[in-house]
């Protein structure tokens, strides 16, 4: 039946193909390469367009272009948000290349400006439901602590979520946190986040551009359900040796780069280390054998990055990416105990670039990621080692084919083949005997081929359609997954668009996480005979206006998505090194329907975004809530985000962002029952939880937070003060409720009990010192 279903699809595209054949006349290709002038970098998603046709194409990962045209006269620009735009006057009278290097405007604060395109191509372009990060806008945004965070800037966009104050987590429309595919240049990362998910592991000295998929999934996307994070590191200055990096409150980072030979290859390396951990050993020491002394726990996080690439050709690049982070929380009493808890990711990356011809660009990238979690306890001379991994073997080819000016094929393969440690358990002593050992491990390889066009009707209609076929494999499992994708815009005048898509996603590997334990505990299963791969359908539809002479952007999105094979855990569910972990599951189905609103300036000195969200998200269970659907722990019925950057002058830049949210819900006891022994000794009071399934909501969440950038003049090189002041007006947001009990004056008896809330931060300043030479 899957093969049937594919032959069909497969078919439609001949069909499509054939039928928008036979081009009045002889078109010939322009082509080429737009770079930074002054690093030679590629710019992603930069512009080239001549607008007498409305034709033109956006730049990919390697800052290629192609498009079609007939023999004649044009003016064809080159353009990039942030970039000063140049124009040429060509004539085609045969394939023609182009190769372009734009300077930065003067306007903007002198610092690469990393922009994924302009409010014109969002109108132009079929894809809808992506949103593009800019490192600059992630630089001027004020931040917890001073630390930037990107994926808090994506959580700043309509459609997409945190979890609770100060987390990096994603939920997007009505997705868990385990159903966002993360990617480094291609390679799977399976934990994005630091210490607990406050903050993420992505440093943006080291980032190029990030890409978010909401919906209307490319072809080449798979394996989850709710969104796709693409982000592409910088390649690394091809000219000069630079410097830079920043000093914070609570964090530090370097970066350098520069050519390995001028103008064909260069290195970037960037780190960064928290130092928490140096006032915590500091102050342990020093009341150290003091009465009632309870030590601080141990924790930083580091890490690293690394990318080389070369031109070894006129037709093949080269690119080796490489990340290493680690998190190290410890704990040691007086009394003996000791704690270490670490978690971290490896990835590395090799990536060929290779161009048949102007038309013709294919990737191929061959890649290992790797995700280890360990819990180590010692006490006395006795410890015990619990942990989880996973590990993968990636191979995947992307090709990109311009047929003629109407079609741009995408196709590729793809092959993953996971090593999941889903739970070790050992013991021993100092002596190093080992006293048990218990593992539980299973493998299985994932695999996906995928075909799409991007079809240009004509001036007003364009089409994007495709299907991927997906499937995975475990022992004597096999399962298949037909993915057809389908989205288009119509231009009803030159700067109102009607858009639509359709996609369909499986996913195949599934996050086990305890969040009732007293500290994460995270394991990444594989789909068998029992637990089912996950479904997800989605459709949307939007309109996008240009008005302003095109300095301002209106969009509106309604979506509707559907899951199937949703996956929650009994009651008391054994999770770590569990041979039998299928039995702890139970299925159910999950819905989120909801309507965007996003209002955008990119230009001028002013610039900023206006997002609101109405969402429902529900799940239905037939083991909970009496088969009856119930709100998840992140629906939110309204979410307002408000972002300014204001440029004062070519040394100051303003910023301010103020977020607004539905509380969370979750579950609250009716009451309490008493269980005692006789004479009213060992007294026990045992919740008493209704059957309805999250009943109860937190308070409303909102918080405004306030920055600064202020450019100094050193005799060398560039810096700035960023300074930001988080949760301006010192908003109590709670983090989570507990039950308390209340007592008489001699703390005797027990006269009721309270709900209580915990808020995490108050209001908190903060300053950082970044440098460039």
Not at 5 to 19: A, E, M, P
Not at 153 to 173: A, C, D, I, M, N
Not at 616 to 644: A, C, E, M, S
């Amino acid at each position: 039946m899957v093969f049937k279903r594919l032959q069909f699809y497969f078919c439609g595209l001949v069909l499509l193909l054939v039928w928008s054949a036979a081009p009045a006349q002889t078109q010939y290709t322009v082509s080429g390469t737009l770079r930074d002038a002054s690093t030679r970098e590629p710019l992603i998603g930069a512009t080239a367009m001549i607008a007498a046709l409305n034709k033109g194409a956006t730049t990919d990962l390697q800052g290629n272009y192609a498009f079609s045209v007939p023999e004649g006269s044009y003016t064809i620009q080159f353009s990039y948000l942030g970039y000063q735009t140049i124009s040429r006057e060509i004539a085609v009278t045969k394939d023609l290349e182009l190769q372009i290097a734009l300077s930065a405007s003067e306007n903007q604060l002198q610092e690469v400006v990393i922009e994924a395109g302009n409010l014109n191509e969002k109108l132009r372009t079929t894809q809808m439901s992506v949103e593009n990060l800019t490192t600059r806008e992630a630089k001027l945004l004020p931040a917890l602590f001073g630390e930037v965070d990107l994926i808090k800037v994506l959580q700043l966009k309509p459609g997409v979520q945190s979890g609770g104050e100060g987390t990096s987590g994603l939920y997007v429309r009505g997705g868990g946190a385990d159903q966002n595919l993360f990617l480094v240049d291609g390679a799977t990362v399976y934990n994005a986040s630091h210490l607990f998910g406050f903050f993420s592991i992505f440093n943006p000295d080291a980032v190029h551009s990030v890409d978010l998929y909401k919906g209307g999934f490319p072809a080449q996307y798979g394996g989850r359900l709710s969104s796709v994070v693409d982000i592409n590191m910088r390649e690394g200055n091809k000219q000069h040796y630079v410097t830079s990096g920043g000093i914070g409150l609570i964090a530090s980072r370097v970066t350098v780069e520069g050519p390995i030979q001028k103008n064909r290859s260069s290195f970037l390396l960037s780190g960064r280390r928290t130092y928490f951990d140096v006032f915590t050993r500091k102050y342990n020491d020093i009341n150290e054998g003091k009465k009632d002394f309870d030590p601080i726990p141990d924790y930083y996080f580091y890490d690293f990055n690394g990318k080389a690439s070369f031109e070894i050709g006129e037709k093949d690049k080269l690119f080796f990416t490489g990340y290493f982070g680690n998190d190290v929380f410890g704990f040691q009493s007086p009394s003996g105990f000791n704690f270490d808890f670490k978690w971290g990711n490896k990835v590395g990356a090799l990536r060929w670039n290779h161009q048949f011809s102007p038309k013709f660009f294919t990737n191929t990238t061959v890649s290992v990621s790797d995700y280890q979690y360990n819990i180590t306890n010692k006490v006395a001379n006795r410890s015990f080692n619990l942990g989880s991994s996973i590990r993968d073997y990636s191979f995947r080819s992307d090709s990109d084919l311009l047929l003629d000016s109407a079609h741009t094929l995408k196709f590729g393969a793809s092959a993953t083949h996971h090593n999941f440690g889903v739970g070790r358990l050992s013991g021993g002593t100092s002596d190093g005997t080992v006293a048990f050992n218990s593992e539980v491990a299973h493998t299985g390889t994932e695999f996906g081929v995928y075909i799409s066009d991007d079809f240009n009707v004509n001036s007003r209609l364009a089409l994007n359609y495709g299907v991927r076929l997906s499937g995975f494999a475990k022992d004597t499992s096999v399962f298949f997954g037909l993915e057809p994708r389908f989205s288009a815009r119509y231009n009803l005048t030159e700067s109102l668009s009607l858009k639509g898509s359709y996609t369909r996603m499986v996913q195949y590997v599934h996050l086990v996480t305890n969040s009732g334990a007293s500290l994460p505990t995270d394991v990444w299963y594989p789909s068998n005979n029992i637990v089912k791969p996950q479904l997800s359908n989605q459709v949307a539809v939007g309109v996008t206006k240009l008005f302003g002479q095109g300095r301002f952007l209106f969009s509106n999105e309604v979506y509707y998505k559907w899951m199937n094979r949703q996956i929650d855990f009994r009651d008391g569910a054994q999770l770590f090194v569990n041979p039998n972990l299928d039995q702890e599951f139970i299925f159910g189905k999950g819905y989120s329907y909801g309507s965007e609103f996003y209002f955008e300036k990119k230009t001028g000195k002013t610039t900023g975004w206006l997002g609101y969200t109405l969402s429902w998200t529900n799940r239905k269970f037939p083991d909970i809530n009496q088969g009856k659907i119930f709100p998840t722990r992140f629906d939110r019925r309204h979410d307002v985000t408000f972002v300014v950057l204001h440029q004062l002058n070519k040394r100051l830049n303003l910023t301010g962002s103020w977020v607004y949210g539905t509380g969370s819900s979750y579950s609250v006891p009716l009451g309490k029952t008493v269980f005692q022994d006789i004479a009213y000794a060992n007294v026990q009071y045992v919740p008493l939880y209704p059957q309805e399934r999250n009943n109860y909501r937190m308070v409303a969440y909102h918080r405004l937070d306030l920055g600064m950038v202020y450019k100094l003049k050193p005799k060398r090189g560039e810096s700035d003060l960023t300074f930001s002041i988080y949760n301006v007006y010192n908003r109590k947001n709670p983090y989570f409720i507990y039950i308390d009990a209340i007592e008489n004056g001699d703390e005797t008896k027990i006269l009721g009990f309270r709900a209580k809330q915990v808020s995490l931060f108050p209001v908190i300043p903060a300053v950082t010192y970044n440098f460039k030479f």
